[in-house]
C-alpha cells in the first residue's frame, strides 16, 4: 500500500520511493504465498495432533478453528472495505460489532421473537449510523493525518462502548436461540448458530465482491481506492463513495454482531476484543481484498486454535501477531494480493 | 516533460522553531518549569495524583514526538518502550535491589536497542505509515503476552515495589503524596525537552526532518538514512522507557496490562496530537490539556446539572464527555493546539 | 578492484542494463565523462535518461554492467555513500524539504560535508548567493514556485561540494528569461572549480552552448555520441526524434 | 515569529494550570471539616468490563449506610452520619491507585473496594503508606494480604481456599453418593487467579488421594468459543470437571460442555465467576442446570439477608448478588469499628477493625474475625447447585438449602 503522505497525488509521495529493487528473497517467498500459508497449517496440525495425541481433539480443532475464523472474517470484510479501500485506520470497528449486539438484544427482547429478524434492523441501523459519522466527522479527515484519524476513531470507540453502558448498563445480557443444537461434522461438533455465522460470512462475502466487482457504484468504490484526485476528476462525487462505503463497512459490523449475539455474552466493551483482530485478518487478506479477509480470517481462527493446543503455557494469539508481522514485512499486499494499490 | 509546480502540501507545522536560537526556546522551559514548580503549593494535596499523570503523559508525548512527529515514522507501538522501562526498574530493584536511577540507565538502554531492532527490520522491508503503526502495535501486543506468560517476570501477578520505611533519594520512593515526586518528573519532563530541542538543532535531528520531508533528496545529498532514522527511533525509545521507570516507582506497581497495555500507546500519541505534532511544546501543551481532563469530567459531573438528572445512579457519563471533548479538539484543530496558535498568529 | 586513474575519466558506465519485469529501460550503455566536460545527455521521452542517472547515483541497482567513479567501482552503493565520494544529483521532479525554509535545506545540505554547523551555515550563505536565492531563502519551501524550487535543488546539490554533477532537466519549466542565469552559473562552476557536468535536458540551445560531448539514449540504448554539432546532424538521431516516415519522405 | 511562540505557550500552560486547580476546587471544597459527617471512601470499577459487578458492589455499600444513618448513624460520635465519597477504579491498577489517593485525601477515613485483585494490590499500597484502614468486600488473589500490610483486611476468603475447599467437598461428595472419582479435569484462565485457585485444588487433592486428569486453560480476554478445550475433557474420559474464570468464559464454558457431551458426573466451579451468579441460568440457558460452584454465598435462610435482599430490590430493581452483600457488610465493620473505637482517626479505627466481631450477611462459620495478616479466618466457601433456574446452597448440609443433586448428567 503506497504510503499517502499529506502531499497531493501529483507530487510523487514519499511512498513512491524509486525502490531499490525488491530484495531478491522476499520475490522468492512472495511468489508462493498460498501454499507457505498452507504448509505453516499443515505443520500446525501436525504439531496438535502429536501433541494431543488424539483425533478427535485436533479435528475439533479444525472445525472450531473454521467456525470461529468465520466470525473474524465477518467482521474483517467490514473493514476490509473501510481500511482497506477508504485507508480510514477505524479502531471503533469492534465498537460498531458492540452496537450490532444490543440491537440484537433489544429486538429479541422486545418482540420475544427470533433473534435472527434483527438482521436487517443491524444491518439498516448500523449503515445508517456508519453514513453520518463518515459524514460529520470523518469525511473532512480525509487526506489528513493518520494519527489524527486514529485519535478520532479511538474517541468514537469509547464514545459508544460508554453510551452503550448508560442506555443499557454494565451487567451482560444474552441473546439466544430457544434451542442451539450442536451440528456434526465427522465427529467434531458446533452449535447452530456459530454454523449459521460461518454460513453468512461465506454469503456476505460473495455478495461484497459482486458489489465491487460486477456493479458500477463497486467500480466507483475502487476507484477512489485507487486514487482519491483521480476519480474526483473523471466525475465520481469522491465524498458520497466515502460515505456509503464506510456506511457499508459498519452494516457489515452490525451484520456480524447480530450473527454472533446468540452465543456471545452481550456487554458494552464487547466489540472490543475483536478490534486488532479484524486489522490483522484485513492486512493477511490483502487491503481491499473481500475473499482475501474471508480466507484470512479463517486461517487466523485455525491458527488460533491449533496453536492452543500445539503449544501450551502461551497464548495462541502470539502466534497469530507472528504470523501477522512476517506478513507485513514479506508480503504487504498480503497473502491474495490486494486489490486497493 | 510535464512540469509540475509544487503545491503548497499541508505539510507539518514549519519547523522554523529550530532556526529560532536554543536560548529562547530553553528560556521558554525555565518559565514553564518554574510556572509549574508552583503547582504543590497551589493543587490540593488530593489532585497530586494528577499533576504526576500530567507529567508522564508529557514525558511519553515528547518521546513519542520525536518519533512519529519530527521523524514521520507513525508509532502505534509506544508502550512496548514504556513497558520495558517500568519492567526493567522494577525487576532489578526486586530481584537485585539496583536504584531505579541504574535501571533506567539500563531499561532506556534495552528500550533504545529494541527500538533499533524494530526500525531496521521495519525499513529494510520497507514498511509505511500505517503498516509501520500496525506492526509496532503487533509488537507491543506480543510483549505483553511474553509478560503475562513469562514466569521469571511473575506472569501476570508482576511486580510491587517494596515499601520502604523511610524515603530515599536513591531509591526514588517518598512518603504517600510527597512533593518530591512532583519535582522529580518535572526535572526529568525538563530534562527530557532540553535533550530533543538539543537533538532537533544537531545534525542527526536536521536529517531526521529532511527524511521526514523527503527521504530520496535526503539519501541523494549524503544523508545516510537508516542510522539517522534508527538513532531518532532510540532516543525517542529512550525517553519512553524513563517515563516507564516513573511510573513504575510513583505507583510502585507494575503488571503486563499496565505496563504494555495498548492505553499506554495511546497515551503517548494523545497528547501530542492534541497539542500539535512536530511542534516542541505540543506535547506539553497536550499533556496539560489531558492530564486533568478525566478527573474535570469527573468532578464537574459528580454534582451533575438538572438537565442530566435521569442519568443520576448511570455510570460513564464522564467517559462519554471526555470522549466528545477528544473528537471535538481532534477536528476542530487539525494542527492540534500549538500549531493552530502558529497558523492563527501568521495569518494576523 | 579499485584501479587507479589511467583513463583520467571521473565516471566511466560498463556494459549497464536495467529492465522492470520484461521491459528495457536501459541495454548496454557505455558511457565516459572525462574530468572537468560537461556532458549533455538528450533523446526522446522514456529514452532511459532519467533511469541512468537513478542507476548511477545508486538510487537503483543495475540488472548487470558496473559503473566506476574516480577509478572507484561504485555499482549498486546506496546514493548516500556515492554522494560521499564526490557525485551528487539533482532530481527531475524537485524534492524539497517542504517543511524547512529554502535556507535550512541548504544547511542541511552543507551539514553533510561534516564540519561545525557554523561552516555548514557560512558554506550556504555562499551558494545561496550565488545561485542568487537571497531574496526568498527565508520561506518554507512547500510554499516556492518551480524557478525557485529549482534553483534550491541545484543551490542542496553545490552545498556538498560534488566534484561531478548529474543534473535532470535543472532548466525545465523556466521561462527564457530565468534560464540564461542558470546556463551562466554552470559555465562558472566549471571554470572556476573544474566541476564535471553530466546534464539531461531538452532546451537545444542549452545543451549546444554548454556541452563539450553530447550523448543521445534511444529506447534505453546510447544511439550516438560526440561534438554537439556533429550529433545533431547524425541521421539516426534525427530519426530517433522525429520517428521513420518523415525521414523516409 | 519568536514572539508568537512564546505567547501560544504561556496561553496554552496558563489555561493548563487553570483546569487542574478548576478541578481541585471541587476536590477541596468536599471535604468539610464538619464532624458530623463521617467519609468512607469506595473504590469499585464503575465504568469498563467489570461495570455490572462494579454496580452491584457500590449499591451494597449505599444500602449499608442508609441503614446505619437512618438508625441514628454512629452513636459513639454523636450520632453523626456516614457519607460515601465514591472513586471510579475504571478497572486499571493506576486509576485505583489515584482515586484511593484522591479519597484519603479529601478525608476519608477508610476505603472499601475494590473487585479486581491487581487493583485491590495497589489500594492496599495507598492504603498502608497513608495508614488508612482498607477493606476489600470482593479480591480472591492470596498475593495481595502476602506484603505484610497492617491496615488491609479481606472479608471474602481468599483464592486458595475456595480451591482446598473445592477439593475436599468433591472428596466428600463422590464417597456419600458412591460415585468415585475416576477422573478429575481442570479448565482455568490463565492468568494468577485461575493458576492460583488450580494450584491449591491440585495440592489438596492429590493429599486426598483423588486422581488429576488434565489441566487446560485458556485466555480469558480473547476466547470466544472453549468448544476444543471440552473436547481435550471429553477425551481425558474424567467425569468430574472443575472450571475456575470468569463471567463470560464461564457461559462459553457451559454452552460448550452441552453441544460436546462429555460423560460428566458433575461440572463443578472453584471460585468461579459465573456459575452462582442469578442471571448464570438466563444467559446459559438450559445449559446451566445442576452446575455447581465453591464461592462465598449469601445466607439466604438469615433474616438480616432476606431484608437486603428485598431492600436493594426496591432500590435499585435487580437481582442483589452475593458480592453486593460482602460490599454492605465491608460498611457495617467499619461503622462497628467507628463505634467501638469512638474516633475519626483513622489509625484508632484500623485497630478497632482488627477486633471485629460481627455477624455477616455471608455463610460463615461463625461472626467476621480477621488473623495478624487480615484475613477473615470465618469466611466458609460453600457449595452451591443451579436448581430450578436459580443457585442455592446445597453442601455443607447444616447450611444447605436445597437437597444436592447429585450425580448432575450433562443436559
Known amino acids: 500500500m503506497t504510503a499517502r503522505t499529506t502531499s497531493e497525488e501529483a507530487v510523487p509521495s514519499e511512498g513512491g520511493t524509486i525502490s531499490r529493487g525488491g530484495t531478491s528473497r522476499r520475490a522468492a517467498l512472495g511468489r508462493s504465498p498460498v501454499t507457505v500459508t498452507f504448509a505453516l497449517l499443515i505443520g500446525l496440525t501436525v504439531a496438535a495432533l502429536l501433541r494431543s495425541g488424539s483425533t478427535a481433539i485436533t479435528g475439533q480443532a479444525l472445525l472450531t478453528g473454521l467456525i470461529a475464523g468465520g466470525v473474524y472474517s465477518l467482521l474483517a470484510m467490514g473493514l476490509s472495505l473501510i481500511f482497506g479501500v477508504l485507508d480510514i485506520v477505524n479502531f471503533a470497528h469492534g465498537a460498531f460489532l458492540g452496537v450490532g449486539l444490543f440491537v440484537t438484544y433489544e429486538v429479541a427482547h422486545q418482540t420475544g421473537l427470533n433473534p435472527y429478524i434483527a438482521l436487517p434492523v443491524a444491518i439498516v441501523g448500523l449503515f445508517v449510523l456508519g453514513a453520518l459519522i463518515q459524514l460529520l466527522l470523518l469525511n473532512r479527515t480525509i487526506g489528513g493525518s493518520l494519527e489524527r484519524q486514529l485519535l478520532i476513531t479511538l474517541g468514537l470507540s469509547l464514545l459508544i462502548s460508554n453510551v452503550l453502558l448508560l442506555a443499557f448498563g454494565g451487567d451482560p445480557l444474552s441473546a439466544n436461540l430457544t434451542s442451539d443444537p450442536g451440528v456434526h461434522v465427522f465427529g467434531a461438533v458446533a452449535n447452530l448458530s456459530r454454523v449459521i455465522a460461518f454460513g453468512a460470512a461465506l454469503v456476505l462475502a460473495v455478495l461484497l465482491y459482486v458489489l465491487l466487482e460486477r456493479t458500477s457504484f463497486g467500480r466507483a468504490i475502487r476507484a477512489v481506492a485507487a486514487s482519491r484526485q483521480g476519480a474526483g476528476l473523471v466525475g465520481i462525487d469522491v465524498r458520497l463513495v466515502y460515505v456509503v462505503t464506510f456506511g457499508l463497512g459498519t452494516a457489515c459490523a452490525g451484520a456480524a454482531g447480530m450473527l454472533i449475539a446468540p452465543f456471545t455474552t452481550i456487554t458494552p466493551t464487547a466489540g472490543d476484543q475483536f478490534n486488532i483482530l479484524a486489522f490483522v485478518v484485513v492486512v493477511m487478506g490483502g487491503l481491499g481484498n473481500v475473499t482475501g479477509a474471508l480466507v484470512s480470517g479463517l486461517i487466523v481462527g485455525l491458527v488460533e486454535q491449533l496453536g492452543g493446543v500445539a503449544i501450551a503455557g502461551q497464548s495462541p494469539l502470539l502466534g497469530v501477531f507472528i504470523l501477522f508481522l512476517l506478513i507485513l514485512l514479506i508480503r504487504p499486499q498480503g497473502i491474495f494480493g490486494a486489490k486497493a494499490p | 516533460m510535464t512540469t509540475t509546480t509544487a503545491p503548497p502540501a499541508p505539510t507539518p507545522a514549519p519547523t522554523r522553531e529550530r532556526a529560532q536560537s536554543l536560548k529562547r526556546s530553553l528560556l521558554i522551559l525555565v518559565a514553564i518549569a518554574a510556572v509549574a514548580a508552583c503547582a504543590p503549593f497551589v493543587l490540593p494535596e488530593s489532585r497530586q495524583s494528577i499533576a504526576i499523570r500530567v507529567l508522564i503523559f508529557a514525558m511519553m508525548a515528547i518521546g513519542w514526538n520525536l518519533m512519529s512527529g519530527y521523524g514521520g515514522m507513525f508509532s502505534f507501538g509506544h508502550a512496548a518502550y514504556f513497558g520495558i522501562g517500568a519492567y526493567t526498574d522494577t525487576y532489578l530493584l526486586v530481584t537485585f535491589g539496583w536504584s531505579p536511577w541504574l535501571a533506567l540507565v539500563v531499561g532506556a538502554a534495552l528500550a533504545a536497542l529494541v527500538a533499533a531492532g524494530i526500525g531496521y527490520v521495519a525499513f529494510r522491508y520497507k514498511l509505511r505509515s500505517a503498516y509501520f503503526a500496525l506492526g509496532t502495535f503487533a509488537i507491543a501486543e506480543m510483549l505483553r503476552l511474553l509478560a503475562t506468560n513469562t514466569k521469571w517476570v511473575n506472569g501476570t501477578t508482576g511486580y510491587h515495589v517494596p515499601l520502604l520505611p523511610e524515603s530515599s533519594w536513591t531509591m526514588l520512593q517518598f512518603g504517600a503524596n510527597a512533593a518530591e515526586y512532583f519535582y522529580i518528573g518535572l526535572a526529568m519532563v525538563v530534562v527530557c525537552m532540553v535533550v530533543t530541542l538539543l537533538y532537533l538543532r544537531s545534525r542527526s535531528g536536521i536529517y531526521t526532518v529532511a527524511i521526514r520531508d523527503n527521504e530520496d533528496a535526503a539519501d541523494a545529498l549524503g544523508i545516510s538514512v537508516m542510522r539517522v532514522r534508527l538513532t531518532t527511533m532510540a532516543l525517542s525509545a529512550a525517553i519512553t522507557a524513563a517515563a516507564g521507570m516513573f511510573y513504575a516507582q510513583y505507583y510502585t506497581f507494575v503488571d503486563p496490562d499496565t505496563a504494555f497495555g495498548s492505553a499506554q500507546s495511546v497515551q503517548a500519541i494523545a497528547p501530542a496530537v492534541i497539542g500539535g505534532v512536530a511542534t516542541p511544546w505540543g506535547p506539553l501543551v497536550g499533556a496539560l490539556i489531558l492530564g486533568p481532563l478525566a478527573d474535570l469530567t469527573v468532578t464537574w459531573l459528580r454534582t451533575p446539572p438538572a438537565f442530566l438528572d435521569f442519568l443520576t445512579g448511570r455510570s460513564g457519563l464522564d467517559v462519554v464527555l471526555y470522549a466528545i471533548l477528544l473528537i471535538v479538539i481532534a477536528l476542530v484543530l487539525p494542527k492540534g493546539i500549538v500549531g493552530s496558535i502558529q497558523e492563527w498568529w501568521k495569518r494576523r | 578492484m579499485s584501479t587507479s586513474n589511467p583513463s583520467g575519466n571521473v565516471l566511466e558506465v560498463r556494459g549497464v542494463s536495467k529492465s522492470f519485469n520484461g521491459v528495457h529501460a536501459l541495454a548496454d550503455v557505455d558511457l565516459d565523462v572525462p574530468e572537468g566536460s560537461i556532458v549533455g545527455i538528450i533523446g526522446p521521452n522514456g529514452a532511459g535518461k532519467t533511469t541512468f542517472f537513478n542507476v548511477v547515483a545508486g538510487a537503483l541497482r543495475p540488472d548487470s554492467g558496473h559503473v566506476r567513479l574516480f577509478g572507484k567501482d561504485v555499482t549498486g552503493l546506496p546514493p548516500h555513500r556515492i554522494a560521499h565520494a564526490g557525485m551528487a544529483r539533482t532530481f527531475q521532479l524537485m524534492r524539497p524539504f517542504g517543511s524547512m525554509t529554502a535556507r535550512e535545506n541548504v544547511v542541511a545540505a552543507a551539514l553533510t560535508r561534516g564540519g561545525s554547523h557554523k561552516d555548514a551555515r557560512l558554506a550556504a550563505d555562499e551558494v545561496i548567493d550565488a545561485t542568487g536565492m537571497a531574496a526568498w531563502a527565508d520561506a518554507t519551501s512547500d510554499s516556492l514556485h518551480t524557478a525557485a524550487l529549482k534553483r534550491l535543488e541545484l543551490a542542496r546539490v553545490l552545498a556538498i561540494r560534488p566534484r561531478i554533477l548529474l543534473l535532470d532537466e535543472v532548466l525545465a519549466g523556466l521561462v527564457p528569461a530565468e534560464r540564461a542565469p542558470v546556463v551562466d552559473l554552470l559555465a562558472r562552476l566549471r571554470e572556476a572549480e573544474g566541476l564535471t557536468l553530466v546534464f539531461v535536458e531538452h532546451i537545444m540551445q542549452a545543451v549546444m552552448k554548454l556541452s563539450d560531448t553530447v550523448v543521445v539514449f534511444d529506447r534505453g540504448r546510447v544511439i550516438a555520441s560526440g561534438e554537439p554539432t556533429e550529433v545533431v546532424a547524425d541521421p539516426r538521431v534525427v530519426e530517433a526524434y522525429l520517428g521513420q516516415e518523415l525521414t523516409g519522405a | ?411
Do not use: W
Not at chain 4, 436493594?312 to 458480592?323: E, F, L, P, T, V
Open chain 4, 1 to 411: 515569529m519568536r514572539a508568537r511562540n512564546f505567547v501560544s505557550v504561556i496561553a496554552a500552560v496558563g489555561a493548563g494550570v487553570a483546569l487542574v486547580s478548576g478541578c481541585g476546587q471541587g476536590g477541596a471544597s468536599g471535604s468539610s471539616g464538619d464532624s458530623k459527617v463521617i467519609k468512607i471512601g469506595t473504590l469499585h470499577p464503575m465504568t469498563g468490563s467489570n461495570a455490572g459487578d462494579g454496580a452491584q458492589l457500590q449499591h451494597g455499600a449505599e444500602l449499608a449506610v442508609k441503614k446505619i444513618n437512618d438508625a441514628g448513624g454512629i452513636k459513639a460520635l454523636g450520632g453523626a452520619k456516614l457519607e460515601l465519597d465514591a472513586g471510579d477504579t475504571k478497572g486499571t491498577p493506576d486509576t485505583g491507585q489515584s482515586e484511593a489517593q484522591r479519597l484519603v485525601s479529601d478525608g476519608a477515613v477508610a476505603l472499601v473496594g475494590s473487585y479486581q485483585s491487581a487493583v485491590s494490590a495497589n489500594i492496599a499500597a495507598v492504603a498502608e503508606r497513608n495508614k488508612v484502614p482498607f477493606v476489600m468486600d470482593i479480591s480472591g488473589d492470596d498475593a495481595i494480604l502476602s506484603h505484610g500490610y497492617r491496615y488491609s483486611f479481606r472479608l471474602q476468603p481468599q483464592n486458595s481456599r475456595f480451591g482446598a475447599t473445592a477439593a475436599q467437598y468433591i472428596k466428600d461428595i463422590t464417597k456419600s453418593k458412591g460415585r468415585p472419582v475416576t477422573k478429575i479435569a481442570y479448565l482455568h484462565e490463565a492468568t494468577a487467579f485461575g493458576t492460583g485457585v488450580y494450584t491449591a485444588f491440585k495440592s489438596e487433592a492429590q493429599k486426598l488421594g483423588l486422581a488429576m486428569g488434565p489441566e487446560i486453560t485458556y485466555d480469558a480476554a480473547s476466547v470466544s468459543d472453549l468448544t476444543t478445550q471440552i473436547a481435550k475433557v471429553k477425551a481425558s474420559g474424567a467425569n468430574i470437571l472443575v472450571v475456575s474464570g470468569y463471567y463470560r468464559d464461564g457461559v462459553l464454558a457451559a454452552k460448550a460442555v452441552q453441544t460436546v457431551k462429555p460423560k460428566l458426573d458433575a461440572v463443578i466451579g472453584a471460585a468461579d465467576g459465573a456459575f452462582d451468579q442469578p442471571q448464570f441460568p438466563t444467559d446459559a440457558g438450559s445449559a446451566a442446570n445442576g452446575y455447581f460452584d465453591v464461592n462465598y454465598h449469601l445466607n439466604d435462610k438469615s433474616a438480616e439477608a432476606k431484608a437486603f435482599a428485598d431492600l436493594y430490590q426496591a432500590a435499585y430493581h435487580d437481582k442483589a448478588r452475593a458480592s453486593a452483600g460482602f460490599a454492605y457488610d465491608s460498611v457495617r465493620i467499619i461503622a462497628a469499628a467507628l463505634e467501638r473505637a469512638g474516633s475519626k482517626d483513622p489509625g484508632k479505627i484500623r485497630d478497632a477493625i482488627a477486633k471485629t466481631d460481627l455477624n455477616p450477611l455471608s455463610l460463615s462459620n461463625g461472626p467476621v474475625t480477621f488473623d495478624e495478616k487480615g484475613e477473615n479466618t470465618a469466611g466458609l466457601p460453600v457449595l452451591t447447585q443451579i436448581q430450578d433456574g436459580a443457585p442455592s446452597v446445597v453442601y455443607p448440609d447444616n447450611l444447605a438449602a436445597k437437597t444436592i443433586v447429585y450425580p448432575a448428567p450433562v443436559q
